[in-house]
């Protein structure tokens, strides 16, 4: 399958309870296709997947996946520490309809080159279904080597990479080191989307878009088109909201935000907390600019 476009990192609505928001969740769903996307991509960082257990992930991602029906693709988080575990709930999304997997490098522990090469491996001859590499050094304290993302992109069913270092030049090894592959190299960073595009990414796995989803959108279909100026100017209007989200911890803020224009997605699981008043009023200021 083709990776390309803007593609939501979508997060996962909680009801008062902090349970997953089965409602909430297809109201999402709808919104977001309606308004454009390329797919969804769920259980991620944006989509709290560190705070979920496996059986909650496994009943998200059948809300998801039904709502869906094969309208835009749905990539589904697997990643874990346990290549074991990562093996055994990326057989469950499998047989639940997942079109793709998306597998986050090990976290906490600082495998080496070689040992992320065979936890890979292992997870993509467990299943058939494509699987996305994902790379967000800042987080899991590792980054995938270009030489490393090059043997990967060798094998079959390993597809794309996520790449949400903030680095343009590790976009850029990507896309050079796999050329000769069927491979796509997807922007994680929002502020990169459209000069990822320009070197030659196939798209984004965008955060922002659950909320300036037409903005996100219209990046990609004006670069398409060649309109360079509109472009520029849609990837301009997201820096109002990274501003404003830079003020919270992921993703309190973006879920808020969300709230206000009449998405109920809920807060974010603790041990984050609610956002304060006066950060409030600071996204009632970006909403404002956008107009919604």
């Not at 009801?15 to 969740?25: G, H, K, L, V």
């Not at 590792?142 to 949400?164: C, G």
């Not at 680095?167 to 960073?189: A, M, P, R």
Request: proline share 4%; no cysteine.
């Amino acid at each position: 399958m083709e990776v390309k476009g803007i593609i939501t990192a979508m997060v996962t609505p909680f009801d008062e309870n902090q349970r997953i928001n089965a409602d909430a969740t297809r109201q999402l769903v709808n919104t977001l296709i309606h308004s454009g996307v390329s797919g969804l991509f769920i259980l991620g960082t944006n989509g709290e997947f560190h705070l979920l257990t496996n059986d909650e992930k496994i009943a998200f991602a059948k809300i998801v996946i039904d709502e869906v029906n094969k309208r835009v693709p749905v990539y589904v988080g697997t990643g874990g520490n346990s290549t074991s575990e990562v093996l055994e709930l990326s057989k469950k999304m499998e047989a639940l309809g997942a079109d793709v997997l998306s597998v986050i490098t090990p976290y906490f522990l600082v495998p080496s080159q070689n040992e992320i090469i065979q936890h890979y491996k292992a997870i993509a001859e467990a299943v058939r279904i494509p699987i996305v590499l994902y790379n967000i050094p800042k987080n899991t304290g590792i980054n995938l080597e270009p030489e490393t993302v090059r043997q990967l992109a060798k094998i079959k069913n390993i597809i794309a990479i996520k790449d949400s270092s903030g680095k343009l030049e590790n976009i850029e090894k990507y896309i050079q080191i796999t050329k000769d592959e069927d491979f796509s190299v997807l922007s994680g960073s929002d502020s990169l989307i459209l000069s990822a595009l320009k070197i030659g990414a196939a798209g984004a796995i965008a955060a922002t878009s659950n909320l300036i989803t037409a903005i996100d959108v219209s990046i990609y279909e004006n670069f398409l088109k060649g309109d360079m100026e509109k472009a520029e100017k849609a990837q301009q209007d997201i820096e109002v909201l990274r501003a404003v989200l830079k003020l919270g911890t992921v993703p309190s803020i973006l879920k808020k935000a969300m709230e206000m224009i009449g998405i109920p997605v809920g807060p974010a699981r603790l041990p984050v907390t609610e956002v304060k008043e006066e950060t409030v009023k600071k996204i009632r200021e970006m909403l404002d600019y956008y107009k919604v």
